[in-house]
């Protein structure tokens, strides 16, 4: 039988413990606040001050994300306009299905309503997540998110599109998203890139590049070299274009990168603030 990883360190275990009522609290209150239109004052906000200044967070169909301000950014700013393009829209209620705490470490399961304003209807997303939380400031130190079955979310609602636009093959499916997308994300990086964060010469250049060099994506690769990965950044170039307008240019500005394999995604050593492990 294997034995419990001696990750518990004389740190860990001086540290505070939260009661399971103070950590229910918290994570209630980082969802009211994901929620729309709670996120776009988070998202005003900046940085949150929900968040500890050296949080930490990974998303399995994204990637990692250090800081205050970045994780505001992406937390909230990420579903916070619903006229924006987007398969899933934003998070208008939610419900806590599965939790356990214990220390400062909670586990949640979590089934938000999505508001898909693209398809008028309401989609459930399920987002299983391990968090911590510094006890002292209450703040949000880490957070470890998986959001559940979305290959079979995205076949869906790519067959619903199929039927929208009387399409005969998902490659008709795959042309129409891959117009819409590279249109919407030269829109933005023609309004928020100029000057020394232009990505591309100009707009038909851009749509040339996004159609031609760079694929689509599937549902796992939002942060890799892909449209999906770019389009979920152009959101953040209003915010701070000398960050993000790289993001959404040819060279991905590391975040839109080909730069792990399967391994070494699942391998990755990333958390540092906090044990996923009680004290015993």
């Keep these: 039988m294997e034995k419990i990883p001696q990750v518990l360190t004389s740190a860990a275990k001086k540290a505070a413990s939260l009661s399971v009522e103070e950590l229910w609290k918290l994570q209630t209150t980082i969802w009211d606040n994901f929620l729309y239109p709670a996120n776009v004052k988070q998202i005003q906000s900046i940085n949150s001050t929900l968040f500890a200044p050296n949080i930490q967070g ?3 169909i994204t990637r990692t994300f250090d800081g205050a301000e970045l994780n505001t950014e992406y937390i909230f700013g990420l579903f916070a306009d619903p006229t924006k393009l987007s398969l899933i829209g934003v998070p208008v209620s939610y419900n806590i299905t599965k939790f356990a705490a214990t220390d400062n470490i909670v586990s949640a399961s979590t089934v938000f309503m999505f508001n898909a304003t693209m398809f008028g209807k309401l ?16 703040q949000l130190t ?5 959001f559940k ?3 079979f ?5 790519y067959a619903e599109i199929g039927t929208l636009i009387h399409a005969n093959s998902t490659d008709q499916v795959d042309a129409y998203l891959t117009n819409i997308m590279a249109q919407t994300l030269c829109e933005a990086h023609s309004a928020h890139c100029t000057g ?3 990505q591309y010469a100009d707009a038909t250049s851009c749509y040339n590049y996004l159609t ?11 942060g890799r070299n892909t449209l999906w990965c770019r389009l979920m950044h152009a ?6 274009p000398s960050v993000h307008c790289p993001h959404v240019g040819p060279s991905g500005g590391g975040m839109c990168v080909d730069d792990q394999t399967y391994a070494e995604k699942v391998l990755q050593n990333y958390f540092t603030n906090s044990p996923f492990i009680p004290s015993l």
């Design 58 to 60: 990974r998303v399995d």
């Design 123 to 138: 989609i459930p997303i399920t987002i299983d997540t391990f968090t911590t939380f510094d006890p002292e400031t209450k």
């Design 142 to 146: 880490q957070y470890d998110a998986t």
């Design 149 to 151: 079955w979305m290959d």
């Design 153 to 157: 979310l995205f076949a869906e609602l």
């Design 196 to 198: 020394a964060d232009q």
């Design 212 to 222: 031609t060099q760079v694929r689509l994506g599937q549902v796992y690769e939002l």
């Design 235 to 240: 959101e953040m170039l209003q915010y701070r």
